[in-house]
């Protein structure tokens, strides 16, 4: 029975020490076992090479497992003192009260008996009993075999779970790897997709795709991919006959098509692949080109308008020219046909028609931002609240006017009539818009420009007033607001609008440094944005007239000497006519160079009159090299417009501006008042593009 | 009224129930009731918790086949047993019965077991139901885990039939499948005692699953067990008699030190594999034991010294859980015998229990706890 039993008890331990991967499992059931066969309550499992204790009959060593002792159980993981009689020595049991007294114990009962079990290599098990053991087996001989067994396995779980935690270390990096990737992939703006090359189905997609697409996941992998874009059923077969001609990638552009019906243009770029020798498949990325498209259009527009506003600005400069010859000529004429004389009425409608046309010309020349202008600091709502009584005449009284105005409105630099002007053309505009009666709203407001929209408008980011003006009227089509700004385009019926109205508008909002957008939809209104750039600083500077400017003169002659320079003939040469009209002795130059030497040949001028734009040597030229060799001479410049922005201002005392074209009686004036001044600048002037 | 901390109803009166549970309120605010019941009366169980719901008594309880009054077996009425402070009693119904559940369904009774030991000593009463496969197993588990803080005493309720019903409750709900738990603070534990000697011969559960022998030395258990039972005891065992025999001629679980654990064979299936009371781990040395030669003089002996080793006092109440299949192979009258004797020796002022179907506990205090069938466990209950 005996040998029976031994090894029904080995057969039975062999299976419980070679059934564990794991050491803690396999220390535990080893122990649980051992205490089943042994009837001990108690059990240790003691691991690692035992240290002296702090007596010489110590021992302290790490206690792995403790089973049945509550007050022991609570020393597992951490080093215990023991006995070393107990703890080291050959496998061996004795009854032994004395030496047990001085293991931790919870309860009253003492432990009488203890199992020694040395496991080689690696520790020892001990087994602790309150009462000797009835075994008739020499137990401590029996579970020898057991022992070395566990030293093995002890081994091999180490081993294992050493290659485990790698494997596992090994299998979370990769997770995490795949799970970053494809975190990054579903953030990407772009939709992205795995295409069965074979079938056109959806293998897989990014978040992006299903949000982009309106399609849920399920609905998605049940499509085709053709089923969203279309053309991708021949860029399908094109990218796989790429993949085995060596041609990785096709590229197009088409419409994606989302759920609601609703689309949408994206650059689709289709690369055919194979993993793991599987059949090809395509990754399709597409990226929306809405928002490109946009930019694109609206570079278009504005490329365009720059275009125009060149034109304009080029015709309006060479017919300020004609008109200020064809005023001067008028003006002579008036003054040799006495009034009464049938040819003085024909010459009066020349001189309307001239003034009209100059008119004109001055909208084409602020639309091309050419105009002269002079800017101050403005409050917008000073100018829309001293407007509401104009608007309201304006407007009339089936349009309700609603002015909301800005808190804390930051003020801006600019030229109040022009700002004035944009008012009432956006109100005309809106009125026109309104044959039934609506509403008309002004609204202003600080808001903050980012870097992004500043790039799409051509402005710098950072800090700018809106005024907002909407009306609740028929709205606009795309293709009207396509060519809004564009000069003489007008959807008015003919004598009812000249089309310069909105060209002025952007032209003016350009010119402040500011930019202009529009929302509108037909039957629903329209929205104007006006967004100008706050005034740096706290320059009151030309909010009101300059100070000593003085009044015109009453009798404008003299008999100064003037060195006129003009490259146009025709207007030298009724300037020049003007001029010695007005008692003034004058000398006529065509270009600058010629200027300076007539001036260096003989006594210098009181007065240099000089247009801006001219060949070889312009205005501004001229300018400062004359008044460097001749520092008393006055200076008047006269322009239809500049090519370059320049403030007079800046050209010191003694500089003044007259903008073409000019009736002969306000050229004298000009002049008169330029030589009469002492000791006063003019007022800043400032051409800005 | 009776102040005693165990009252036998035998009519299961509302009246009765709660004039006694109102007796026992007055003097000891925070007691709670554990009932043990006898199968005959388990329809009236309900009435039990409704009578302790209105009485806002704690009720915690299991059925048994029958319940031991003093000296005799009843199988009707119901033994109250009072809990003077009840600190924790919780019922586990329905567990899981994987292997792999074991730590979860441990830790689950263990989180809620440890925050109301508050004694030095306390024990941990279980009542299993008795068709639970995982005994011995959740044993081992809560023994690695709580160790000596507790003594572990408990008995398997439900039908000597063996068939699923529920036999667990407390206050609200009858429940089978699961277990019972109540924690005893400042009390000893108890005595199990079983009484059989390990044969010659000795044969191997070559495969199993839980409480089913499936082989026996890789060949069908139940044609191992005839051959056995022939060569072993002259007795010829067949499927027509083989209830009748099982109880006699048990499997016992040997040891590497000798130590014997019983599993009585209850059920035999088509395929020849045997059901057992409580588990049987594969690989397992097992003989086929003989019922003992009853010596009830030797039995009580043990047990009286077993109660003495565990503080227990002349004069007290016991409780006595007393295996259904031991009363099988003795016979009723045998075992009224016992009762009759252990009561008298004892000096017991009652002894309260129940006919068991699995007992659990240890020979002598502080030895690892076990799963038994077959034996005999006792306790004192309350002061004297």
């Given at each position: 029975v005996n040998a029976e039993l031994i090894t029904a008890v080995l057969y039975d331990m062999a299976l419980v020490v070679g059934g564990?991967?794991?050491?803690r499992p396999l220390l535990v059931k080893t122990l649980q076992r051992l205490m089943y066969h042994t009837s001990f309550p108690v059990g240790m499992v003691l691991l690692g090479a035992p240290r002296a204790g702090p007596a010489e009959d110590e021992i302290e060593t790490r206690l792995e497992v403790a089973i049945g002792d509550f007050e022991l159980s609570a020393h597992a993981g951490a080093n215990l003192l023991l006995p070393r009689a107990l703890a080291v020595g050959p496998p061996g049991m004795a009854d032994d009260p004395a030496l047990l007294a001085k293991v931790p114990r919870s309860g009253s009962l003492p432990y009488t008996t203890w199992l020694r079990l040395p496991v080689e290599g690696e520790g020892v098990i001990l087994l602790l009993a309150h009462r000797a053991s009835r075994a008739r087996l020499p137990l401590d001989r029996v579970f020898q075999p057991v022992m070395a067994n566990l030293a093995r396995a002890i081994t091999l779980c180490r081993h294992h779970e050493a290659y485990t935690a790698g494997l596992v270390a090994e299998r979370d990096a990769a997770r995490m790897g795949l799970e970053r990737f494809r975190a990054a992939i579903d953030t990407s703006a772009d939709v992205i997709a795995v295409v069965d090359a074979a079938t056109g189905r959806f293998v897989d997609f990014n978040a992006t795709a299903q949000s982009a697409l309106g399609y849920s996941r399920a609905e998605l992998l049940a499509l085709r991919s053709s089923d969203v874009v279309p053309e991708l059923e021949t860029a399908r077969e094109q990218a796989v006959a790429g993949l085995l001609g060596g041609k990785r990638d096709v590229t197009f552009e088409a419409l994606h098509h989302r759920k609601d019906g609703s689309t949408f243009p994206a650059e689709v770029r289709l690369t055919a692949f194979s993993c793991h020798g599987e059949q090809p498949l395509l990754i399709a990325v597409s990226r929306d080109a809405t928002a490109r498209k946009g930019i694109e259009q609206q570079l278009q527009q504005s490329q365009k308008l720059e275009s125009i506003a060149r034109l304009a600005g080029g015709v309006a400069h060479d017919f300020n020219n004609l008109l200020t010859a064809i005023l001067g000529g008028v003006d002579v004429l008036l003054e040799r046909v006495a009034p009464g004389d049938p040819l003085r009425e024909g010459v009066q409608e020349i001189e309307d028609a001239a003034r009209r046309a100059a008119a004109l010309t001055r909208q084409l020349l602020v639309f091309s931002r050419k105009e002269v202008v002079q800017p101050v600091l403005v409050d917008l709502d000073e100018v829309v609240a001293g407007m509401v009584r104009m608007l309201r005449r304006l407007i009339g009284e089936d349009i309700e006017l609603v002015t909301t105005p800005g808190a804390a409105l930051r003020r801006v630099r600019a030229d109040p009539g022009q700002l004035e002007q944009i008012i009432v053309n956006l109100a005309v505009n809106a009125r026109d818009a309104m044959p039934g009666g609506g509403r008309l709203a002004l609204e202003t407001g600080n808001v903050a420009v980012d870097a992004e929209t500043a790039r799409l408008h051509g402005v710098s980011a950072g800090r700018y007033v809106l005024l907002a003006i909407s009306d609740t009227g028929c709205g606009m089509s795309p293709e009207t607001q396509a060519h809004l700004f564009e000069p003489f385009f007008t959807t008015k019926e003919r004598g009812k609008g000249t089309g310069l109205g909105l060209s002025t508008v952007y032209g003016i909002v350009k010119q402040s440094g500011g930019y202009i957008q529009v929302a509108s939809r037909p039957g629903r209104g329209t929205h104007f944005r006006i967004y100008l750039p706050e005034a740096e600083g706290d320059d009151a500077r030309a909010a009101a007239p300059a100070p000593g400017t003085p009044p015109a003169a009453a009798v404008a002659r003299g008999s100064e000497a003037v060195l006129l320079v003009e490259d146009d003939p025709l207007v030298r040469r009724v300037t020049a006519r003007t001029l010695r009209a007005s008692g003034y002795a004058v000398l006529e130059a065509t270009e600058g160079g010629e200027a300076l030497r007539l001036a260096r040949e003989g006594a210098p001028p009181d007065l240099l009159v000089t247009d801006v734009v001219m060949p070889h040597m312009g205005g501004e030229a001229l300018v400062a090299r004359f008044r460097a060799e001749h520092p008393d001479t006055r200076i008047l410049l006269i322009s239809g417009y500049t090519d370059h922005g320049f403030d007079?201002?800046?050209?010191?005392?003694g500089v003044g501006f007259l903008q073409k074209p000019f009736a002969p009686a306000a050229l004298a004036r000009k002049v008169r008042e330029l030589l009469d001044r002492r000791g006063a600048g003019p007022a800043p002037l400032r051409v800005v593009r | 009224m009776s102040q005693s901390a165990v009252r036998f109803i035998d009519t299961l009166e509302p009246h009765e129930l709660a004039s006694e549970l109102r007796a026992w309120r007055a003097s000891r605010p925070r007691m709670g009731v554990l009932a043990l019941v006898a199968e005959g009366d388990g329809s009236r169980v309900p009435l039990l918790q409704s009578v302790c719901r209105d009485e806002q008594v704690p009720l915690f309880g299991a059925i048994f086949p029958a319940l031991i009054v003093d000296d005799r077996f009843s199988s009707v009425g119901a033994w109250l047993l009072r809990i003077d402070e009840l600190s924790y009693a919780e019922l586990l119904p329905e567990l899981p019965r994987e292997a792999a559940s074991l730590p979860s369904v441990a830790g689950s009774l263990i989180s809620g077991v440890t925050p109301h030991l508050t004694a030095p000593e306390a024990t941990l009463f279980l009542l299993f139901d008795a068709m639970y496969p995982r005994i011995a197993s959740l044993l081992d588990e809560l023994y690695l885990r709580l160790g000596n803080r507790v003594s572990y005493v408990g008995a398997n309720a439900g039908s000597e039939t063996f068939r699923p019903s529920p036999c667990l409750f407390d206050r609200a709900r009858v429940a089978g499948g699961g277990v019972l738990a109540v924690v005893l603070n400042g009390h000893r534990g108890a005595v199990l005692e079983h009484g059989y000697g390990v044969p010659q011969k000795m044969i191997t559960a070559s495969a199993t699953e839980g409480n089913r022998v499936i082989t026996i030395d890789w060949r069908a258990a139940f044609d191992v067990y005839r051959e056995v039972a022939r060569e072993q005891y002259g007795v010829e065992v067949d499927r027509e008699n083989f209830y009748q025999y099982g109880v006699r001629f048990p499997f016992g679980i040997v040891r590497g030190d000798g130590e014997v654990v019983v599993r009585i064979p209850v059920a035999l299936e088509q395929d020849g594999s045997l059901f057992c009371v409580g588990e049987v781990p594969a690989n397992s040395l097992l003989t086929l034991l003989r019922a003992p030669a009853v010596d009830s003089r030797l039995t009580v002996d043990t047990l009286l010294s077993g109660l003495a080793d565990r503080g227990a006092q002349a004069g007290g109440d016991v409780l006595l859980y007393y295996c259904a299949g031991r009363r099988l192979y003795l016979g009723d009258e045998a075992a009224r015998g016992e009762l009759a004797d252990f009561r008298r020796r004892s000096g017991a002022a009652r002894v309260a229990g129940a006919l068991s179907l699995g007992e659990i506990g240890s020979p002598e205090p502080g030895a690892y706890p076990a799963f038994h069938n077959a034996a005999l466990l006792a306790a004192a209950w309350g002061g004297k």
């Open positions: 564990e991967l794991t050491l007079v201002a800046s050209l010191g005392e | -």
